[in-house]
């Protein structure tokens, strides 16, 4: 009864997104939903893409073995980024009316930059859609009583996620996902009524959670401690910032102050809804220990659809997988249609030459195609759990493309050779770390690649030109300045004068 329950729901929410394509009529529908989104849609897509499988079965399996000190990076780093983006990214982008993020960093930077960035922000996309992936399979094996397994579980689950994403593009997105972040909220707060019940209500889990030491969030005092509670903690909330997804959902909102305030709300409304999971799976551990004791060390991932399935009422279970199965699509959907639409638009684009918007848009399906069979690909070979994948997937946008935008954006000064520098020593850190360093580093490679990448950027900035700069310069107060000159070699730059 749970699975055709299930597959009614999914059918039904394939449908409305098919529904939803019949608005897409040009490039700038399929990628920012023609700029129409109001304050309720776009906080609704905001939440909804950041609410996945990682939020409902990843943070609660890291939480029950390691307490909220592990759960740093997501939901506390996670929720820092949307509420950072509306403060102090969404007004300065918006203003710019450009369709990827690859495109400020050409306009910024130029052409380098922006090739450069956009390939770090297309394979961080491969941890992120391939953690969706294994939540899919994981999701349908379990409903179906093993019927379905993992493997068949992800390829059904990316194949009908592929479908409305390919012809609905950011409009199909957009509105099942206002739909998913109802079921998710009317979902995730029944079942934990349900399990609080069973417990003797939410005090008795929050006591004995605070008395085993789980609320235990801030690091010793040692300095290596310190070093990778910090790295945890930006790897998310700042190398999230620089991603296709969240720039989509600024673009998309119908006036600047709805691409501000809708960011600040979905990314607040995210961060309280994520404990709700995690109270749900230590609640598992006083309705039944033994379950939770085998799967630890099995795979804690499938704690918290374990209870439902052998504690919780039918129409309970429903509206668990119902909700669990909204957060994975409105996820999955949105993180195959951004890296999609920046590959087309700043990499293939460029490389075609001159396109019609036509073929452009069909460009954009068939990458979108293409992604989808990449990483399905990826995620049925991948061992890693679905929180470290999430996590991992922002250590290249941390090295490699946040410093260039934030500098961009708020310093002046900031020259495309401060940029090319910015990335490449970010990345060079990075990778020697992980290839040649220790297994556990003092300073973690993610960390010690931004630090890299802020020297970079304010070292090739300062020092005398060696590339030529004859770009628009993109500030936080201005839509666009304009250089009255060309950098030359040896020779530092004047500071010129600014106008709109």
Known sequence: MLFWFVILYWVVSVGIGLWAATRVHNTKDFAIAGRHLPFYMVTATVFATWFGSETVLGIPATFLQEGLHGVVADPFGAALCLILVGLFFAAPLYRLNLLTIGDYYKKRFGRSVEAL???????????????QITALGLVFNVVSGGEISKLNGMLIGSSTILIYTLFGGMWAVAITDFLQMIVIMIGMLWIGNEVSGMVGGVGVVV??????????????????????????????????????????????????KI???????????????????????????????????????????????????????????????????????????????????????????????????????????????SFTVLVTLYAINSKASIFTMVENAYQITLVMAFVPLAFGVYWKRATNQGALLAIFLGLSTWLAILIAGPDDPF???????LLMSLLGMIAGS??????????????????????????????PAPHPPHHS
């Not at 300073?443 to 690649?449: E, K, L, M, T």
């Not at 700069?469 to 000159?485: F, R, S, T």
């Open 117 to 131: 960035t956009t390939v770090a922000i297309v394979i961080s996309y491969l941890g992120w859609v391939g953690a």
């Open 207 to 256: 006591n004995h959670a605070a008395q085993t030491g789980k609320f235990n969030f801030w690091p010793a005092l040692d300095l290596k401690e310190v070093i990778g509670f910090v790295a945890a903690w930006v790897t998310m909330m700042l190398g999230s910032i620089p991603q296709q997804d969240v720039f989509q959902r600024v673009q998309s909102a119908k006036t600047e």
């Open 259 to 369: 691409a501000v305030w809708g960011s600040v709300f979905g990314g607040s409304l995210y961060f309280a809804f994520a404990f709700v999971p995690m109270f749900l799976a230590y609640s598992a551990t006083l309705i039944d220990p033994a379950m939770v004791k085998r799967l630890i060390g099995e795979d804690p991932q499938m704690i918290l659809p374990r209870l439902v399935i052998d504690h919780a009422p039918l129409f309970a279970q429903v509206m668990f997988f119902g909700a669990l199965l909204s957060a994975i699509k409105s996820c999955a959907s949105a993180t195959l249609l951004a890296p999609s639409v920046t590959f087309t638009e700043n990499l293939l684009k460029p490389m075609l030459g001159e396109m019609s918007d036509r073929a452009l848009l069909k460009a954009m399906r068939i990458v979108t195609l």
């Open 443 to 449: 300073i973690p490679a993610q960390f010690a690649g």
């Open 462 to 491: 300062l020092l005398p030109q060696w590339v030529r700069h004859p770009l628009p310069e993109v500030g936080p107060h201005h839509a666009l300045h304009h250089h009255a000159a060309a950098h030359t070699q040896h020779v």
